[in-house]
């Protein structure tokens, strides 16, 4: 849809629909909410209201409203969804898992240090053995440690 | 401040102040919007409008009000703080978090594995040596394996 050129013979975008006004060249909506997502507008408007949301796009430079917009749209449905907590719930539920997560982070580092030690020990126990003519350099068998780091 | 008993002896909630209204007993904005926070009221309004607000309010439980109000109140202020993505920033932000997190503990995991079956061969070379009369049982620096699980 071309909002640029938008005339009787376009249909109106989904915000100047929903509000039954003219969508006239320039409309603020028409770019964001085009008339195949009636949905989108609904939200917004029972969320935030037009007003709001008519002001806040003029705030904020052009290349950049439809990211808020998205935004505005990612908010309201959330708080459709959840009246409560919005999408502020979700950022809880985020926060809980990043402090999950940097724990088993932390404690499997920590298990990592012991195995590393462990190795270092483990090449004390080569070195001890090195003048022993044991059948420690002729295992079968060999270790990749190579492969850790 | 009791909002149940509002009276011209008590200062009106930040809401009916802000709204230059009277703040009457059972003003649902009260109980939240105490005089003392006025930017509280200020941010929500200026995002939601007080009549969004107002209609969210009256459609959720009371027990929940507080709650709401308050994730309402953190919402509009991010809103302030970064007009095009809001909450929804630190939304992104998190979720990123959690995906660098979860590859940092999976790699870990995978240097852990490696050290964990490393570890299960040097117990070979345990049992390789048993019978060479090594100094493999009397090393003076026994490693602490018991720790590692």
Redesign the interface.
Known sequence: MSCSSSSSSNPPCAACKFLRRKCLPGCIFCPYFPPEDPQKFSNVH????A??VSK?LN??EAH?RE??VN??A??AEA?MKD?????????SV??R??IR??K??DA??A??M??????Y??N??GL??NN?N???NN?P?P???D???
Do not use: M
């Open positions: 029972k969320i935030f209201g007003s709001n806040l705030e904020i950049q990211d808020a935004s505005l990612y908010e708080r009246p409560v907590y919005g999408c502020v719930g979700a950022i985020l926060q898992q990043v997560l940097q088993e982070l499997t580092n298990d990592l012991r195995y590393a030690n462990a190795n020990g483990t004390n126990y001890y053995n022993n044991t059948t420690w295992n068998n270790q990749p440690d492969d850790i780091h």
